[in-house]
């Protein structure tokens, strides 16, 4: 539970001081690693709202499906199966669209209906000085789509996965068929707010991220595949201190540091950011502060200097999702999301989703049980009945970019698509998106 820092010391703990806007380490530069998840909120967004954007980088040959699944009630004493173990089902869970390999419950990013503009939840891998190689449990993935099954905000979603990591641990195989394990990190906002949650086997902590907040770092946050929580936090796990001092992590000395208590190989000095992929992209926020919109956000997850688009090697950017949240000024709040379902966001169409709609409508028993998805396209839905098996739109692109002409042909008709889908007068859905695309790329080959 996230409780207030007076109610239960231990579990929510007193943030440090605001720390100054950090800057990349002065280290020398190491590889870029996958993957990336932002947030904008106030003062940097063009229109007030919050944008979220996030690459899924994933071994190169896994597919990525886009699908939703509609919200329910649950009997009591009912079950929910994730990836690996069984847990107890909520009495309700709520619509949710996600992107997601297509081997595993859970999912790398995704979005619900939730009525405070919805929320909206990515992962990172994580490498930490907990055991990652312990018995199965549930995966990050899992936990993405756990959070926002059940969670009706941001700081409620966090609330959901902490308690679950706390009962439920977190392990497993993260690969389909072979032994790649890691701890999670996660950026989970709505229409209002963000948060950071950061984990080290059963251990977490938060960061609430809101404009107030966010006014020294000009309105952005990311996170990359490196602890960033460092002294300032919210909440935390009950006895993280403790626990800490006890496994020689800290001396209990000065300020608590997680990220250089729980980082498998140190953290960089204290307000400087990991060189690499996560200093490139606060660079890259900061940059278009003031600007950023959903375009501007495609526009980052299509940045390949700075290796936030992943396009070659055994790892790729998979799957990308752009969201756009803004609190209502009198009226309901709106969202509305982007879906790539393809790899490279340099050569894939953003498609746009919305709750509710016909895009979302579809069969399926509701939630976390249903054994078929409320597809959000049914060209974007893999057949489960085979291992890591393509879906169409996937088919249809691999068949195109991979070709000798590389959809050049069809580029501009495209682009076209996507800026269609930008347009906030537009009616065209997810569904209907897919359907053109797919279009486009047979007159391509």
Known sequence: MLLSPASTPGRACAPGPAAPPPRPSPSSPSPPRSCDTFVVLLPATADGSVVFGKNSDREREEVQEVVAYAGGEHPAGSVVRCTYIAIPQAPRTLAVVLSKPSWMWGAEMG??????????????????????????ALLGMDLVRLGLERGGSAAAAVEVMTGLLEEHGQGGACEEGGGWTYHNSFLVADAYEAWVLETAGRWWAAQRCCCAVFCSHAGVRNISNCLSIRTAFDRCSRGLQEHARRSARWDGRGQFDFAA?????????????????EAEGHRLLQAAAGQLCPAAMMRILRDEGSGICMCDGGFRSNGSQVRAGRAGAGGPPAAQHW???????????????????????GSGDGGSNGTLPVQASPYTAAQPARRNPPHALWKAWRSVHESRGGGKPAAAALRDLEARGLDPGSSLTFAAAVEEEMRLYGSAV
């Not at 953003?350 to 709609?357: C, N």
Request: glycine residues 14%.
């Open 261 to 277: 208590a729980f980082s498998d190989g140190g953290a960089p000095p204290l307000g400087t950011l990991s060189p690499g992929r």
């Open 339 to 361: 879906f790539t379902a393809t790899p490279d966001p340099r050569r894939g169409v953003f498609k746009p989703f919305a709750f509710p709609g016909s895009n979302s409508s």
């Open 111 to 136: 979005a619900n209906e939730a009525s405070r503009a919805g929320v909206v939840c990515g992962n990172e891998a994580v490498w930490t000085v907990e055991d990652s190689d312990g018995p199965a």
